[in-house]
């Protein structure tokens, strides 16, 4: 069985950090995307950053700068470093894993940005 698990999520004031995880398991192909997505309530889910087996990263330009993103290949996992979060940040963020075959998603976590 395929799971994207996140982790990481939760409450912090503005300016603050936070450091997302995702584990997959239960895929057996090279997973050559792995990345984030955020919905927030009302909006579309949009990208946040992706990263590629060889470290190719992609960032939206609301994030540039203050979020990392790094995966391990080993591990199958992907992180997200998130510093200077604003309130605007305020989304739930989605693990996403491709293999070219194809797509999965996390069942998502809450980060709230707020005093």
């Known amino acids: 069985q395929v799971q994207l698990v996140e982790s990481g999520g939760g409450l912090v004031q503005p300016g603050g950090s936070l450091r997302l995880s995702c584990a997959a398991s239960?895929?057996?192909?090279?997973?050559?995307?792995m990345g984030w997505y955020r919905q927030a309530p009302g909006k579309e889910r949009e990208l946040v950053a992706t990263?590629?087996?060889?470290?190719?990263?992609n960032y939206a330009d609301s994030v540039k700068g203050r979020f990392t993103i790094s995966r391990d290949n080993a591990k199958n996992t992907v992180y997200l470093q998130m510093n200077s979060l604003k309130p605007e940040d305020t989304a739930v963020y989605y693990c996403?894993?491709?293999?070219?075959?194809?797509?999965?998603w996390g069942q998502g976590t809450q980060v709230t940005v707020s005093s």
């Open positions: 990263i590629t087996t060889g470290g190719r990263t």
């Open positions: 239960g895929i057996f192909s090279i997973i050559n995307v």
């Open positions: 996403y894993g491709a293999t070219g075959l194809s797509n999965y």
